[in-house]
């Protein structure tokens, strides 16, 4: 007989904030349209919710007595979905993009950084630039830091930057990130 090691994970318990999930003996209980019933027994707000064919929902358990509202929690739930999808929609992560730069970088290049690096910091997005050395470049560290701070400069015409991360060697590189002001 085989064991299997493998568990199934247990159901997240979920917690009903409607009719009889309420566990308060009295609720302050509220009409369909927001009217005031006052301090009721939780079944006897439950019944009145039947007789209008709607749900008994908990609106602030924090409360005392906790509220509870008459409403369809159907459509309850769905609104308050629609307003998280909403709200996912709209929030930015702010990411970190990065640059790649050398000291041996033509002026060409520097330039399509340049716009790669606006187009980023226009999209709300923080900026690593990195200068990469090697071999007989390592003795070029002052270089770098110039090459970095020209690069920023050149991106301040555009529109303000600041320094998120001041430019600092790392091993082999020089980097520094920056985001919009």
Same mark, same amino acid.
């Given at each position: ?12 318990? %979920? /917690? ?9 003996? &009295?609720? #302050?209980? +509220?009409?369909?349209?927001? $009217? ?48 998280? %999808? /909403? ?9 970190? &993009?990065? #640059?790649? +730069?050398?000291?041996?970088? $033509? ?75």
């Amino acid at each position: 007989m085989r064991i299997s090691r493998k568990q199934k994970r247990p159901e997240p318990k %979920r /917690i009903a904030f409607y009719n009889e999930g309420i566990s308060a003996p &009295k609720v #302050l209980a +509220l009409d369909a349209d927001g $009217g005031n019933l006052g301090v009721l027994n939780t079944a006897e707000a439950i019944r009145q919710a039947r007789e209008q064919e709607m749900d008994l929902v908990l609106i602030n358990p924090k409360s005392d007595p906790p509220v509870a509202k008459i409403m369809d929690f159907g459509q309850f739930r769905y609104q308050q979905e629609k307003e998280e %999808r /909403i709200r996912r929609a709209h929030q930015h992560v702010v990411d970190t &993009k990065g #640059l790649r +730069l050398s000291l041996r970088i $033509g002026a060409h290049d520097v330039e399509i950084r340049k716009n790669r690096a606006v187009e980023f910091l226009k999209e709300g997005d923080k900026v690593k630039i990195e200068i990469m050395m090697r071999g007989r470049e390592l003795q070029q560290v002052p270089l770098a830091f110039e090459i970095l701070k020209k690069f920023v400069d050149s991106i301040n015409e555009v529109f303000p930057v600041k320094y998120d991360e001041q430019p600092e060697k790392q091993g082999n590189k020089v980097a520094g990130t920056i985001a919009r002001v």
